[in-house]
C-alpha cells in the first residue's frame, strides 16, 4: 500500500510544527543536528549548508509524530543547498509556495521556508521533518 500524503495535510502539519518550534523556541540546542538526529529523522546526510548562521534545532516526539526543527538565518547558497538535497534523495515536492515548499517520502513529510516568528532572529528559515 503506498503512502499517499495530500498537499492540504502537509499544509495543516507544517502550521502545527511551526506553532510548535514557537513554543518551544527556549528549548532549542545552538547548532546543527548531530548525525544521529538526521538519522532518525531520515535526513541523514543533510549536512549544514555554508553560510548560514543563528542555527539551532529541536527534535520531540508527540506520539504518533515525531518531529525535528532546524532554524537558521540562510547564506546565498542554502536554497539550493536544501532543495537539491531534498531532490536528489527521492524526496517528492508536493507543493512549492513563496514561502514554503514541501517534500514527502513513504512515512515522513518536511517543510522548508521562511519563519516569521519573533521569537527567532530576522530572515529565519526552517526545516522541520516529521515521521508518522
Do not use: C
Not at 518551544?24 to 538526521?38: E, I, R
Not at 531520515?42 to 525535528?68: C, F, H, S, W
Amino acid at each position: 500500500m503506498k503512502n499517499i500524503v495530500k498537499v492540504s495535510e502537509v499544509i495543516a502539519l507544517a502550521a502545527l510544527v511551526a506553532a510548535a518550534a514557537s513554543a518551544q523556541a527556549a528549548g532549542f540546542t545552538a547548532s546543527w543536528p548531530p548525525a544521529n538526529v538526521l538519522t532518525t529523522y531520515g535526513i541523514q546526510g543533510l549536512a549544514q549548508p555554508d553560510g548560514i548562521t543563528n542555527v539551532q534545532y529541536t527534535a520531540n516526539e508527540q506520539r504518533p509524530m515525531k518531529t525535528l526543527t532546524i532554524v537558521f538565518v540562510p547564506g546565498p547558497a542554502t536554497e539550493a543547498a536544501v532543495t537539491g538535497w531534498f531532490t536528489a534523495n527521492g524526496w517528492i515536492g508536493e507543493q512549492e509556495g513563496t514561502d514554503w515548499d514541501f517534500y514527502h517520502v513513504t512515512g515522513k513529510t518536511a517543510a522548508y521556508g521562511k519563519l516569521n516568528d519573533s521569537n527567532f532572529p530576522a530572515g529565519s528559515y526552517f526545516i522541520s521533518v516529521t515521521s508518522l
